[in-house]
């Protein structure tokens, strides 16, 4: 039988961790929560509806399902972009953001255009429902932009005067993925990642491969003060690949896993739970054992049983013997 880690008890526990008042613990289950990855989808919807879990648990829910972009989770996010809690509404809006570019996203665009556009609502929900619409073309917001420009609210004017961000390149986000795929990153690593998690899956597998070939080189140019934010847009273009069941990046996930130092961002422990596979367990166990912060080591269990599941692999198989001989035991399940 193979070996398997988690149950719905396990889901549920991490997700009541949502509740505890330490931002440590909210942090880890997050993180961890993300790794299971769709498994956990459920759970964190059921989380995000009942008002009685409390904005902070809430909240922490809604960033769990933004880092993870399954589709199941956005009905959820458009009524919670109308909850009473700004906090609750604009972590709701940031995950409807996902959804902009994809098959529904019509109803987010109009959901986040009528979040924009109610004077009633608090201003940092409305201003984070401007930004996020302001990413798609000009020509597809310019009526909201229109009305937007006899707003009072000073903050929501400085938005308006600046344009949308889409003015300068009038392209769908697959378009911008391709160009800088072929012509070379832009300016900043933010921008980047959020088009691979928003439109990652709609690019073609060799765009994101090539994509993740030219942010290695651009990291090797960069001190480590300077690399983070790009190595996680790395960890993005790997999840967009492991969403679609795609190896092509293994090699560079294993050979990340090798050479860190320091924990890699959670994008990559995710990529590996959904993608991973046995010729990725022994750097998944060499980095467990070596490691010393708790969290990364955590997660690197959870990535090794997540993989060792999925395909069903069994302590008879090589790899396992091979790991149990040169460590004395496998990762703790």
């Known amino acids: 039988m193979p070996i398997r880690k988690s149950s719905a008890a396990f889901i549920e526990a991490l997700a009541a961790d949502l509740t505890s008042e330490s931002a440590v613990t909210r942090e880890v289950a997050i993180a961890r929560l993300t790794v299971i990855g769709p498994r956990a989808v459920e759970s964190l919807v059921g989380m995000v509806g009942r008002s009685e879990n409390g904005p902070t648990a809430r909240l922490s829910a809604l960033r769990a399902l933004e880092a993870l972009g ?11 972009t109308l909850d009473t809690d700004a906090g609750v509404a604009a972590g709701a809006v940031a995950l409807a953001r996902v959804f902009l570019t994809g098959r529904r996203g019509p109803d987010v665009l109009d959901r986040l255009t009528a979040v924009a556009l109610d004077r009633a609502r608090p201003e940092s929900v409305r201003l984070a429902a401007i930004t996020a619409v302001g990413d798609l073309k000009p020509s597809t917001v310019k009526p909201l932009w229109n009305t937007l420009a006899q707003d009072p609210s000073p903050a929501i004017q400085k938005i308006v005067d600046s344009g949308p961000r889409g003015a300068a390149a009038d392209v769908s986000a697959a378009d911008e993925l391709n ?9 900043e690593p933010e921008p980047l990642r959020r088009l691979l998690v928003s439109a990652g899956t709609d690019t073609p597998l060799a765009t994101i491969h090539r994509i993740i070939e030219r942010l290695r080189e651009r990291e090797a140019s ?39 130092h320091a924990p890699l ?41 997540a993989s060792v599941a999925r395909e069903g692999i069994t302590r008879r198989h ?12 496998l990762p703790p399940n």
């Open 70 to 80: 399954d589709a199941r989770a956005l009905d959820a996010a458009l009524s919670a």
């Open 318 to 329: 090589a790899v396992m013997k091979k790991i149990e001989k040169r460590w004395g035991a």
């Open 265 to 305: 961002p959670v994008e990559f422990l995710t990529a590996l739970s959904m993608a991973g596979d046995a010729s990725c367990l022994e750097a998944i166990a060499a980095a467990y054992e070596r490691g010393t912060d708790e969290w990364w080591r955590q997660h690197l269990r959870d990535a090794f049983w």
């Open 222 to 260: 960069l001190s480590p003060a300077l690399r983070s934010e790009w190595t996680r847009a790395r960890g993005a273009a790997h999840v967009a690949l492991a969403k679609r069941a795609s190896r092509l990046g293994l090699y560079d996930l294993r050979e990340a896993l090798e050479a860190a």
């Open 179 to 187: 160009a800088a795929a072929q012509n070379g990153l832009p300016n």
